[in-house]
């Protein structure tokens, strides 16, 4: 892997250079980087000297001037410039192992890397956890990280895991409590395995590690139809209760919406979920979602008639009804929802990220209205593409319908903003 520039930004420093698409960054001053961490790092001066390899293999040294935080612009394809430390483990629970083949290259990569977890949020181990990994986070003070935790019982996450350096989870963290490193944590709860006295001796376990622990996560472990064994059990209504009322004896400790919809009971209020810190495991997006629209002054009419179909997830079902309940008193517009079945995964998949083109095409070909609206998120970041290789364009098609994607899928701002447009 190299410092491979995949875009650069519209009126940046880097545009005024000429770096273009293609091009390599070989070092700053002189510096080679393994990474992000190291760009950003010897990126804050006034002076720089640029080594760049441009795409037709010619090598260009620049200078500049610039402010000394001044960001230069440049997109880079990977975060790591060397070589992403690979996952060691053999998780009982691991969904990259419950996927068919045929999905998106990308989707088979297992990473447990602390340098994304620290600039992208990704979930690590620390089974891979080196003494010059730990010397590197410690000089730089690197932080917060993302820690699939899942157990603190030594024996039991060495068994979850299928790795004997899972054992070492507390004494990585009361390294990283000693070394004021903050963390998030994540348990993805298999009943049976890590869940009731586990889970409380876990929850316990953690918060005894005081302010570097910002927050934890328990999500429900999640299985496919391609899983081969009967180890894994799906959360039950009265398992999510019991977890929701362990998880409550406990600052700092959220269980994500899935546990709130298989219990049957309302998604808690804003206080609940702090400052929102694990949104992208599903801690409280729904909740996010819903305070978000509350914020937007709806309008009272539209010039024309209109009909929007949300195509949604089962686990945003009654939210998105909510928010379509709402938006059906504009007089002129008329909105519904239908949410999209999990023929490819099988029915305990019930989130939006892991909708099929195929599935989506199934769920909203015969319906009639103006536009689909589809969260962002079923598309792979900063492309048009589906789980499954299919594009959004090859959906159109294969529907005839147009498509309205909201890309943040914690606001519906953009959606707002498209109705607001048929009030002039």
């Given at each position: 892997m190299a410092a491979i520039v995949s875009s650069v930004l519209s009126g940046s420093i880097a545009e005024e250079l000429e770096i273009t698409t293609g091009d390599e960054l070989l070092s700053i001053d002189g510096q080679k980087m393994l990474d992000m961490i190291d760009y950003n790092f010897y990126c804050k001066s006034e002076l720089l000297t640029l080594e760049i390899k441009k795409s037709n293999g010619e090598i260009e040294e620049i200078e500049l001037e610039k402010d000394y935080d001044e960001d230069l612009g440049i997109v880079f394809e990977s975060a790591v410039f060397d070589k992403i430390k690979p996952c060691l483990n053999k998780c009982i629970f691991c969904f990259v192992d419950q996927q068919p083949k045929g999905l998106r290259d990308t989707l088979y990569i297992k990473d447990d890397d602390?340098?994304?977890?620290?600039?992208?949020?990704?979930?690590?181990?620390?089974?891979?956890?080196?003494?010059?990994?730990?010397?590197?986070?410690?000089?730089?003070?690197?932080?917060?990280?993302?820690?699939?935790?899942?157990?603190?019982?030594?024996?039991?996450?060495?068994?979850?895991?299928?790795?004997p350096n899972a054992s070492k989870i507390m004494e990585n963290l009361k390294w990283f409590k000693d070394n004021d490193i903050p963390f998030h944590a994540q348990i993805v709860l298999c009943p049976g395995i890590n869940d009731d006295k586990e889970l409380d001796r876990t929850l316990k376990d953690l918060t005894s590690l005081g302010d570097n622990l910002l927050s934890v996560a328990i999500v429900p472990v999640g299985i496919t139809q391609f899983r081969e064994g009967d180890i894994l059990k799906e959360v039950t209504s009265e398992i999510a209760k019991n977890t929701i009322k362990i998880a409550s004896k406990y600052e700092k400790v959220c269980c994500s919406d899935e546990?709130?919809?298989l219990a049957n009971e309302p998604i808690p209020d804003t206080?609940?979920?702090?400052?929102?810190?694990?949104?992208?495991?599903?801690?409280?997006?729904?909740?996010?979602?819903?305070?978000?629209?509350?914020?937007?002054?709806?309008?009272?009419?539209?010039?024309?008639?209109?009909?929007?179909?949300?195509?949604?997830?089962?686990a945003g079902l009654d939210a998105i009804k909510e928010?379509?309940?709402?938006?059906?008193?504009?007089?002129?517009?008329?909105?519904?929802?239908?949410?999209?079945?999990?023929?490819?995964?099988?029915?305990?998949?019930?989130?939006?990220?892991?909708?099929t083109s195929d599935d989506l095409i199934n769920t909203v070909k015969d319906i009639e209205c103006d536009y689909v609206i589809v969260p962002g998120i079923m598309l792979k970041p900063y492309s048009d593409m589906f789980l499954d290789g299919k594009t959004l364009e090859d959906v159109k098609k294969a529907t005839n319908k147009e498509f309205i994607v909201i890309q943040n899928q914690y606001s519906l701002e953009e959606l707002i903003d498209f109705i607001n447009d048929y009030t002039t």
């Open positions: 602390y340098r994304l977890s620290f600039l992208q949020g990704t979930y690590i181990t620390l089974t891979n956890l080196t003494d010059k990994d730990k010397e590197r986070i410690s000089k730089m003070h690197l932080g917060p990280f993302y820690v699939s935790v899942h157990t603190t019982n030594p024996e039991l996450r060495v068994k979850m895991l299928k790795n546990f709130f919809l206080a609940y979920y702090g400052n929102f810190s694990q949104l992208d495991d599903g801690v409280g997006s729904i909740r996010a979602l819903l305070d978000d629209f509350y914020s937007f002054d709806l309008p009272e009419k539209i010039s024309k008639n209109l009909k929007l179909v949300f195509a949604t997830s089962y928010v379509s309940k709402n938006l059906n008193t504009i007089e002129n517009l008329e909105t519904d929802v239908i949410p999209v079945k999990s023929e490819y995964w099988g029915k305990n998949i019930t989130v939006a990220g892991l909708i």
